[in-house]
Nanobody, 128 residues
Framework: EVQLGESGGGLVQPGGSLRLSCFAS????????MVWVRQAPRKRPDWVAL????????YYKDSVKGRFTISRDNAENTVYLQMNNLTPDDTAVYYC?????????????????????WGQGTQVTVSS
């Protein structure tokens, strides 16, 4: 059975930091691109960071560049998201998800293949 379990969310003040973790099981973790996707209240889910299967290639949404860092440990079947200098706009449920391949880039945007698996999400709330 495929399982993705996120942890590390919580309430943090603006300017603070959190580190999210996502432990995977039930599939060959090291063969998949891993993505962090977030869904803010009343908005559609949107990717924020992704990392290729080997960990050498990362992409970030412009809004989180320089503040968020994605990493993975294939020996531990875990992907991480270090989030620094958080703002209220980062408030969302954060999910980890998998892709079989990297998205393509054309005309200023990324084109994503269909996600294979999703976790249940972890709530991140940034508020004073």
């Amino acid at each position: 059975e495929v399982q993705l379990g996120e942890s590390g969310g919580g309430l943090v003040q603006p300017g603070g930091s959190l580190r999210l973790s996502c432990f995977a099981s039930g599939f060959t973790f090291g063969r998949f691109v891993m993505v962090w996707v977030r869904q803010a209240p009343r908005k559609r889910p949107d990717w924020v960071a992704l990392i290729n299967s080997g960990g050498a290639t990362t992409y970030y949404k412009d809004s989180v560049k320089g503040r968020f860092t994605i990493s993975r440990d294939n020996a531990e079947n875990t992907v991480y998201l270090q989030m620094n200098n958080l703002t209220p706009d980062d408030t969302a449920v954060y999910y980890c998800a998998t892709l079989k391949e990297l998205p393509t880039y054309s005309s200023g945007r990324y084109y994503f293949p269909e996600y294979d698996y999703w976790g249940q999400g972890t709530q991140v709330t940034v508020s004073s």
